[in-house]
């Protein structure tokens, strides 16, 4: 079976792990929250957070994320330092038991949206990317040098009558939504800032940012592989380069370069199917198929996407990324692992991002991360799953 797990951000979280227990899950997804990027993760609180989590009954097998500081991505600072200190948490997280480490390598900046609270036609919120949207915040909000050049003549346009026409209101909450993508341990960000940190990858093209991932995972995954711990890179969010930087984790052949760089099972993929969904271009059901065998941990979610750079987050069964599929296929592949692998335990699996329905309405949740929306989506998960395995031969 899949390891049926649920994100938590820790004590503060307005879900409980007591809720966690009877949403289905069985294993907790989190990380240490509160250490600096780039800072070793301390034995004493792993261990201390595992004993939290294990006193209600559930699991701590994997954790989201283990930042990778920006000095590693660009290679220059203290980045020898920073993967020592990378590895040394590797080595604190084997100790522990802590089978599969999720991490990403995105530069300046973890995902995108353009609005986090968009209406259904049912009712409920959730969240959205309009690419004109994000050019007029590019070019006019956050007025990064070059920002023009990065669009074409059309979009511009139509980005520049879309400043005009809105508000101050409507632009405060673009500029917000932004700004919430990027990562740190309670750090915030401003647009000042950003620029700043996009400047440190003015002369970093895709070829010398693969190159950087490149030597990053020669140096990390031994050390997984020695601990018995699976790395899972995740995907870019969306799965295109944004404000001239370049994307490494984007497509198949991406994911393909990546896995023969390190030939290990410890050097593998988050396979999330709402980022790589989010481009019409990948045939997600294709890429499940082929990178199967070195998907370490799964995250679903539904998008509906079109042409033109826009997509935005669906109820689960009714997007348009084929999850019957995908999921059949790691079905397969998780009996397969079971004759092949002496102990394995299963492929972890969350619901990602869930809309707010019902009493999420309530409370004030991280963006995505609701009580309600989530369960709807463990809940579906879950039942195809075993449909699916019930329909297979024995």
């Not at 595992?50 to 660009?74: C, N, Q, R």
């Not at 341990?185 to 800032?193: A, C, I, R, T, V």
């Amino acid at each position: 079976m899949f390891i049926h797990s649920w994100r938590w951000f820790g004590p503060d979280d307005p879900v409980t792990l007591d809720q966690v227990v009877q949403t289905g899950a069985v294993n907790i997804v989190t990380a240490l929250h509160q250490v600096p990027v780039g800072k070793v993760w301390h034995p004493d609180q792993i261990r201390q957070k595992k004993e939290l989590i294990e006193a209600s009954g559930l699991s701590w097998k994997v954790v989201e994320s283990v930042p990778v500081h920006e000095d590693i991505k660009t290679r220059t600072g203290n980045y020898r330092e920073y993967i020592d200190n990378f590895r040394q948490t590797l080595v604190n997280l084997g100790r522990e038991n802590i089978s599969t480490v999720c991490y990403n390598f995105m530069p300046a900046l973890d995902w995108s949206r353009t609005n986090l609270a968009e209406r259904n036609r049912d009712g409920s919120q959730r969240s959205g990317f309009e690419y004109i949207h994000f050019a007029a915040l590019d070019i006019h909000l956050l007025k990064r040098p070059g920002a023009e050049a990065s669009y074409p003549a059309a979009v511009r346009e139509q980005a520049k009558s879309y400043v005009e026409s809105q508000d101050e209101a409507r632009m405060k909450e673009l500029i917000d939504t932004f700004l919430l993508g990027f990562p740190g341990s309670g750090e915030s960000f401003s647009l000042e800032e950003v620029l700043e940190r996009i400047e440190r990858y003015r002369n970093i093209d895709r070829k010398v940012y693969m190159t950087n991932l490149q030597q990053f995972l020669r140096e990390i995954v031994p050390v997984a592989e020695e601990q018995g711990i699976r790395l899972a890179i995740h995907p870019d969010d969306p799965p295109w380069p944004l404000l001239g930087l370049p994307r490494v984790v984007s497509t198949l052949q991406d994911a393909e370069e990546i896995i023969r760089t390190v030939d290990s099972p410890a050097n593998g993929i988050t396979y999330c199917t709402g980022s790589f969904g989010a481009a019409y271009t990948n045939d997600l059901p294709f890429m499940a198929k082929q990178l199967a065998h070195r998907i370490n941990f799964l995250h679903i979610r539904n998008v509906v996407r079109d042409e033109g750079f826009n997509f935005h987050e669906e109820n689960l069964l009714e997007g348009d990324v084929d999850l019957a599929g995908i999921v059949e296929t790691m079905v397969r592949e998780d009996l397969s692992r079971e004759k092949r692998i002496p102990g394995y335990a299963g492929i972890p699996v969350r619901p990602d991002h869930g809309a707010k329905i019902l009493d999420d309405f309530k409370q004030s949740y991280y963006p995505g991360y609701s009580l309600y929306g989530r369960l709807k989506n463990l809940s579906e998960i879950r039942g195809l799953e075993a449909g699916i395995r019930k329909s297979l031969p024995t």
